[in-house]
């Protein structure tokens, strides 16, 4: 079974976030990582002032009160970039590109992936069991038309 993390651990990878952030808008010089969370960020002005905000550390965005949680929003980014460009799950990688030709944008091809990805960890913490790639590349496939 995963282990969820600690309160400290999710306010260290959220700070990382914040960092990342705070520096692509100063114009500083960012690691591999941070160009990339940055990047996701820029994609998604309506988390700026959210990742801004000095409780986003330990703020809790609940889905029964109409929230969206932009951390874990933009976590499946990365994982979906992440699995694209591992092409893990083996075709991973085909069915991105073909769904960026089908909507003529990556960021739309990535949010209707996340989907499925979102639907296979649900599966998997449901049944206290890995994510299972076979079923989240099959939700993909039929996203494709493959």
Not at 3 to 29: D, F, V
Not at 79 to 105: F, V
Request: glycine share 6%; proline share 7%; net charge negative.
């Amino acid at each position: 079974m995963t282990a969820i993390p600690s309160a400290a651990g999710r306010e260290e990878l959220r700070q990382t976030w914040q960092q990342a952030w705070a520096k692509a808008r100063a114009g500083l010089p960012l690691s591999p990582l941070e160009a990339l969370l940055a990047e996701v960020l820029r994609l998604h002005p309506e988390y700026h002032a959210a990742i801004e905000q000095e409780d986003a550390l330990a703020r809790d965005w609940l889905p029964a009160g109409g929230e969206s949680n932009p951390f874990l929003h933009m976590g499946l980014h990365v994982a979906l970039h992440e699995g694209i460009a591992a092409n893990r799950p083996a075709g991973l990688a085909e069915i991105a590109a073909k769904l960026t030709r089908m909507q003529g944008d990556p960021h739309a091809a990535e949010h209707q992936l996340m989907d499925c990805l979102a639907e296979t960890l649900w599966e998997a913490e449901r049944n206290r069991a890995p994510p299972d790639e076979a079923a989240f590349l099959e939700r993909a496939r039929r996203l494709a038309g493959l």
